[in-house]
């Protein structure tokens, strides 16, 4: 393969040249693909396949915005004016602690970027490409133009592609085009000027593959491609923010006002009682600054970006953040059966046939009787080998091709004796499959499936006992009542040479049914238990027979009884309700059998409109509209398409139940933290501007000074608050009923409480304040320093839960915020003692006795919070406690 430069894809108008020329001018080849050296060649020449949303900002833009706030320039500047007329060393400390906070402010942010960015490159998606040769899977950021990538249906298409060979490829290009109608793609070229929705011989970067097969060359990637030339005009669009985030901001925004007006007032009273105007004025500002929580989305931000990557190690991979806070809130979890509820590893442990019916075992010894049988299941049937001799394919099928080679069969062989000519493909809602084999002239047709969509096509049925369709039916019913999957399996020689697709489903000969075994996942029992106890309802929708699911759903322990209601409905059932008995059913039943995907979407919006918050799952192309109609799409890493995991929100990597359950108790975890995190921030800057603005009517001065504030602002928000993020599940998070969605954030009493704590904090300094300054002692303001910064930890440690004693909880459960209450502590400390620095902070030593007093005056703030815990507990009858 030529190393020459290709033409630079953006030139060429490639949808106006035929396949082979677009090769040719990609330097490519139609069956190779590129060599791996040329591709690493063409890798450095145009760089990642990738859209880059919206530039990522630079770490240097991000700190200048943290300086960008009014309120901010407003404090440097004033604090430039007071040094200007003198007070050079109160300048220098109030930009000190600014640029100290803004770099708090930077390390979150960058925190966060880091936390989404690698999120975002879990859940990148992969692409099959021919390289040397080769098919191989590579992560699509890793194509370069001139890559041969092969399409199925479910991919999403890694870059732009000039198709080469097609299969009834049909393409969703709505993301592109805004077109909802499924697109067939062809192969010959477009006359220039055509227009993009109309370039069918092209498929474009983040199109989807809805069904069918195809083949095509790479002739752009990343932000070359259509797509990426979308994105680069949307740029510097703002990112989307969570609903949480959005009601913080306008949180954010009364906060800012009420507290701009009692600084205001401060400022003005402060003036009419004599004081400088100067410091009235840096007091004010400082303390806007340190009381307006503007700081509130984006701590939320850093905390749900945290949470996803937690969550990520524990397998769940979150695609858009406010995902987080919806999981907390989740009411009703629709879930598949294979393989997410089971282990999705088949067996095949029964047969039947109208002779008698065959254990496994005996199968392997009787090779004669069911040799047909067995000739059907293993060559109507997908699964293959690879090069390394794995078997690759659907659990179902792979189960068939190992019964068949445990009863003797060489399956390769046989499949070389019997070569497939043509095929009508299994999907989900014909339930069943055929493929037509050739073998010395003769023609014959083997179909399996489920046996409602197989045995009434059945007119013959051999065998010693008389058997007709019911009795096949009632055996198929006992054994899928079992918990087995039944697949019923015919065959049909043909006379003509070529038969039509209908003529391969007709009037065929049943052979006899299989019953496989696909136990229930021993986790998912637990976490259905967790789900019940947690006030989530977990349902079963599966495409299999009523009876193996409702044997499934009871070893599950999903209530079977469909209370006053259907205990499964099926498919069938859906199709003969309109939306409004469907909505009554949906509240009773906990078991969908038989049920196409196409359904689910009728099965969400009707638990939606019972005002359920709907986690589904799914896998398939048919199941994208219901995920992404769900509150929580939930798709599977291993065993799902691309287009299911664009449609969901979140991605399951171990295909597993009890990963959701986990997800939500995380996505619970975090939506308190929020809430601890909210309340603690919000208590302790109400007891700074109290402690100032009323300090006046008690005839007390001022009781701190501008940088003061600063200071208390700067290391009580910043650790101990983030530090709250760690804060593991509190004991009960599973056993409480899911949170309203709606809920505001200080529901449950919590605002009532914020304001109390608030004004206690203050009161205690306040207290503290004019105790000390009776007693003549010359280091109040020290005293009312150490203690406002103090009660806010005593404050931390106490609300670490609304109801359980922090001796209970342990004092070392959360070490990072115990690491930071006591680093605050010692900085504190640091700024009292260290000689120098005092000075600057305008602080003195305290004699031990004042710190005693400091320490202890501010514990009781905890010992009352404390108290109101117990309280609380006892009423709620759970036992006294710590
Ligand atoms: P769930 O919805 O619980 O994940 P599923 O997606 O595995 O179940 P489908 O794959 O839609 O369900 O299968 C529906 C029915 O189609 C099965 O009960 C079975 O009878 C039949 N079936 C499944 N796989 C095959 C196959 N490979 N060949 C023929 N029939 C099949």
């Not at 490409?129 to 992560?139: A, C, D, I, K």
């Not at 009884?561 to 498919?571: C, F, H, R």
Request: hydrophobic content about 50%.
């Amino acid at each position: 393969m030529a190393h020459a430069k290709p033409p630079a894809p953006q030139a060429t108008a490639w949808y106006t040249l035929p396949p082979e020329e677009a090769l040719t001018a990609l330097q490519s080849d139609p069956a190779e693909g590129l060599s791996p050296e040329t591709a690493a060649a063409r890798a450095r020449q145009y760089g990642l396949n990738e859209i880059l949303e919206g530039k990522s900002r630079s770490r240097l833009s991000i700190l200048v915005a943290q300086f960008g706030d009014f309120m901010i320039m407003l404090l440097i500047g004033a604090a430039i004016l007071s040094g200007i007329i003198g007070n050079i060393e109160d300048t220098a400390v109030i930009l000190a602690i600014v640029i100290l906070n803004a770099v708090v402010g930077f390390l979150q942010e960058v925190r966060a970027a880091n936390a989404v960015a690698a999120l975002r490159r879990m859940t990148a998606p992969t692409a099959t490409v021919l390289r040397g040769g080769h098919p191989q899977t590579l992560p699509a950021t890793a194509l370069v133009p001139g890559d041969l990538v092969l399409l199925e249906a479910g991919n999403a298409v890694p870059a732009d592609l000039r198709l080469l060979e097609i299969a009834g490829l049909q393409m969703g290009e709505a993301a592109l085009t805004g077109e909802s109608t499924p697109v067939l793609k062809q192969i010959p070229a477009s006359p220039p000027g055509t227009l993009l929705p109309e370039r069918l011989c092209m498929a474009y970067k983040g199109t989807l593959v809805l069904s069918g097969r195809g083949r095509g060359v790479v002739t752009a990637t990343g932000m070359e491609t259509e797509l990426g030339k979308i994105a680069a005009m949307l740029e510097g669009a703002p990112p989307g923010r969570t609903p949480l985030q959005l009601r913080l901001a306008q949180f954010g925004r009364q906060i800012a006002t009420a507290a701009l007006v009692i600084c205001a007032l401060i400022f003005i009273t402060g003036l009419l009682r004599g004081e400088a105007p100067l410091l009235m004025l840096l007091t004010a500002l400082s303390l806007a600054v340190a009381a307006i929580p503007e700081a509130l989305p984006g701590v939320v931000t850093v905390l749900l970006a945290l949470g996803a990557s937690q969550m990520a190690q524990a397998k769940a991979l979150v695609r858009r953040l406010p995902a987080v806070e919806t999981l907390g809130s989740v009411t009703t979890i629709c879930s598949d059966k294979t393989g997410t509820l089971t282990l999705n590893d088949m067996q095949l442990i029964e047969v039947w046939t109208p002779s008698g019916p065959l254990t496994a075992t005996a199968l392997h010894q009787d090779t004669h009787a069911t040799s047909e049988l067995l000739r059907a299941i293993l060559l109507c049937n997908d699964s293959t080998l690879d090069e390394t001799g794995t078997l690759l394919g659907d659990p179902t099928e792979t189960a068939l091709w190992h019964a068949a080679t445990a009863a003797g069969f060489d399956v390769p062989a046989e499949r070389a004796h019997w070569p497939r000519v043509s095929e009508r493909q299994f999907d989900s809602e014909r339930r069943r499959m055929t493929t037509l084999h050739q073998k010395d002239g003769r023609l014959v047709s083997y179909t399996k499936g489920a046996p409602e969509a197989v045995v009434p096509l059945c007119t013959t049925i051999p065998g010693a006992q008389p058997a007709d369709a019911n009795v096949i039916m009632q055996q198929a019913a006992a054994m899928a009542a079992n918990g087995l999957r039944v697949l019923a399996i015919a065959r049909k020689p043909h006379a003509t040479p070529s038969p039509s697709p209908a003529a391969l489903e007709t009037e065929l000969e049943f052979l006899g049914l299989a019953g496989l075994l696909d136990p229930p996942r021993p986790e998912a029992a637990i976490a259905v238990a967790t789900c019940r106890q947690a006030g989530i309802r977990p349902v079963m929708i599966t495409g299999d027979h009523p009876a193996t699911a409702r044997a499934i759903a009871r070893a599950l322990g999903i209530p079977d009884d469909g209370i006053n209601g259907a205990a499964v409905l099926t498919g069938h059932d859906l199709q003969t309700m309109d939306d409004n008995a469907l909505r009554r059913h949906v509240a009773r039943t906990n078991i969908y059998a038989r049920v196409d995907p196409a359904q689910k979407i009728r099965i969400v919006t009707a638990l939606q409109s019972n005002g359920e918050i709907v986690a589904m799952t799914g896998d398939g192309v048919n199941d994208a509209p219901a995920l992404a109609r769900a509150d929580i799409g939930v798709a599977m890493g291993k065993g799902g398409t691309d287009v299911a995991r664009e449609a969901a929100s979140l991605v399951l990597l171990d295909d597993n139940f009890a990963t959701i359950v986990a997800a939500v108790r995380e996505g619970r975890r975090i939506y308190d933290n929020i809430r601890k995190f909210v309340r603690f921030v919000v208590a302790c800057n109400s007891a700074e501007i109290w402690a100032i603005f009323l300090a006046p009517f008690f005839s007390l001065p001022m009781p701190l000074l501008p940088i003061q504030i600063l200071w208390i602002n700067l290391v009580t928000d910043g650790l101990p608050g983030l530090a709250l993020a760690a804060e593991p599940a509190e004991a009960d998070i599973m056993s409480r009923p899911p949170r309203p969605p709606r809920e505001g954030l200080f529901a449950g009493g919590m605002g009532f409480e914020v304001i109390w704590t608030g004004l206690i904090m203050a009161a205690i300094t306040l207290l503290t304040q004019a105790a000390a300054i009776r007693a003549q002692d010359t280091h109040w303001q020290t005293m009312v320093f150490t203690v406002l910064t103090l009660v806010q930890m005593w404050q931390v440690m106490a609300i670490r839960s609304s109801h359980i004693s922090l001796f209970q909880q342990g004092l070392l459960s959360n070490k990072k915020l115990l690491g930071a209450v006591l680093l605050t502590f010692f900085l504190q400390l640091a700024v009292i003692y260290t000689p120098g620095l005092n000075q600057v902070f305008n602080a003195q030593p305290l004699t031990l006795a004042e710190l005693a007093l400091a320490i202890g005056a501010s514990s009781l703030i905890f010992i009352l919070l404390e108290t109101v815990k117990w309280v609380r507990r006892r009423q709620a009858g759970h036992p006294p406690l710590g």
